[in-house]
């Protein structure tokens, strides 16, 4: 499996560990249920919130779900 795969896997498993939002923001920037993944500004307008406020939720998520993964797997976490 190439990378982007395998982070689409470990991302679906653990988006519990954040908030609805961010969870969100993840599938939405992923793809998860989409034909193509959306682009920050198609998800800031999706939810009613600034582009720069999207990016930032979205930099959190991920760093949230990389600082977890090290903890519990190894630091090849995502590579988005």
Known sequence: KDS???NKEII?????ELSNLQQ???????GFGLE?????TDIAD???ISVKQTEMLKEEAFMRL????????DSQFLTL
């Open 46 to 48: 999706k939810n009613n």
């Open 12 to 16: 679906r498993k653990r988006l519990n």
């Open 36 to 40: 193509y993944p959306l682009s920050i």
């Open 66 to 73: 990389k600082e977890n993964n090290i903890k519990k797997y």
């Open 24 to 30: 969100s923001i993840l599938k939405d920037f992923v």
């Open 4 to 6: 982007f795969s395998l």
